[in-house]
């Protein structure tokens, strides 16, 4: 289904009694708020996974019930800090995983532009 995920009327459309988790990619706080509020009213056992760029928002998408909040800058820097436990300063190690994360990215570009071709249908 397609629809605005700040309105309650199409929320309450989507048939969540069934559903297991709903991650969803929103930037706007606002957005997700009324999402996981609207969500966790007709599901509360549903896992909803939010996304912040911001501390603040991260802790009242908690406090309001939000499963798990997806905060960027952190799990990128996490990610770097076992990186450099685990590779040290093995420039090979470094130059491996570059090249495995570019031909990741240029596969999930060519994904979405293919599927942007196939919607424009």
């Known amino acids: 289904m397609y629809g605005d995920a700040g309105d309650v009327n199409f929320l309450e459309d989507l048939n969540v009694k069934k559903t297991k988790m709903i991650i969803s990619t929103i930037k706007k706080f606002d957005e997700n708020m009324v999402l996981l509020k609207t969500l966790k009213d007709l599901n509360p056992h549903l896992i909803v996974i939010l996304i912040s760029h911001y501390v603040e928002e991260a802790i009242k998408l ?11 800058h952190y799990i990128g820097a996490n990610h770097t800090s076992l990186m450099l436990e685990e590779y040290g300063f093995d420039a090979d190690k470094f130059t491996d995983y570059k090249q495995h994360q570019v031909n990741e990215l240029r596969n999930r570009h060519q994904d ?10």
Do not use: N
């Open 62 to 72: 908690y406090e309001q019930g939000a499963d798990y909040v997806i905060l960027p």
């Open 112 to 121: 979405m532009m293919l599927e942007a071709l196939q919607m424009g249908k």
